[in-house]
């Protein structure tokens, strides 16, 4: 089956905050997020992509969205993130960051992944940076919820060009699945130069 993809800028944003929000919980809830998800918080946290500077890459079965990809400047982005790169010699005005790339598992393996980068990475250049980076949640090969079959995206983020900006971590809090508390999470950058 082909997916539609649409892109949805600034203003635009605004009208699929409710899909987006409900497919980044369902998604998320997978490994290794864990996230137990809260729509409210959700739906909060994404209406300020419709501020400007942000784009969405949507994927469409039909007319529901199966999947999507946001990104932004990094400096738009949550400041736990852009002060992760104090630790290195890139500035974060030059940085676009890829925020969340979420698919359904029945709809992956058709290329979705490259599309959803091809369109960030040519918005990142259109905005004028010079690096596009993501993070990646940094969870214990040993956690008890971790699938024996789970295969790590590093390989296919690698031929994309990108690669691990060696000890840069962002640190953020989200409640675990079955959890009462959130806790801190680290995540992994990663980046690629324009």
Same mark, same amino acid.
């Given at each position: ?17 409710? =899909? $987006? ?9 997978? +490994?290794? /997020?864990?996230?137990?998800? #809260? $729509?409210?918080?959700?739906?909060? /946290? ?7 500077? !942000? ?5 469409? #079965? ?6 999507? !990809?946001?990104?932004? *400047?990094?400096?738009?982005?949550? =400041? ?6 104090? !630790? ?17 598992? #029945?709809?992956?393996? %058709? ?15 259109? %905005?004028?940076?010079? /690096? ?7 969870? *214990?090969?040993?956690? *008890?919820? !971790?699938?024996?079959?789970?295969? *790590?995206? #590093? ?20 409640? =675990? ?10 995540? %992994?950058? +990663?980046?690629?130069?324009?």
């Amino acid at each position: 089956m082909s997916l539609d993809y649409r892109i949805y800028r600034g203003a635009e944003i605004a009208a699929i905050v409710p =899909d $987006l929000a409900r497919l980044r919980i369902t998604v998320f809830r997978d +490994w290794p /997020y864990l996230y137990e998800g #809260d $729509l409210a918080y959700e739906t909060g /946290y994404l209406a300020r992509y419709a501020q400007g500077g !942000a784009i969405v890459v949507a994927a469409y #079965d039909g007319a529901q969205m199966v999947g999507a !990809a946001t990104g932004m *400047p990094l400096l738009q982005h949550d =400041d736990d993130f852009s002060g992760a790169l104090a !630790a290195c010699d890139i500035a974060a005005e030059d940085v676009f960051y890829c925020a969340e790339s979420v698919l359904m598992q #029945d709809h992956r393996g %058709q290329g979705a992944g490259h599309i959803f980068f091809d369109a960030r990475e040519a918005e990142a250049r259109a %905005q004028g940076k010079t /690096y596009s980076a993501f993070c990646a949640v940094v969870r *214990p090969a040993d956690h *008890p919820m !971790a699938p024996k079959d789970y295969r *790590p995206l #590093d390989e296919f983020w690698k031929k994309r060009g990108y690669q691990k900006l060696d000890g840069v971590f962002a640190e953020f809090s989200w409640l =675990d699945i079955g959890d009462s508390e959130k806790t801190q999470k680290r995540l %992994q950058f +990663w980046i690629k130069q324009l």
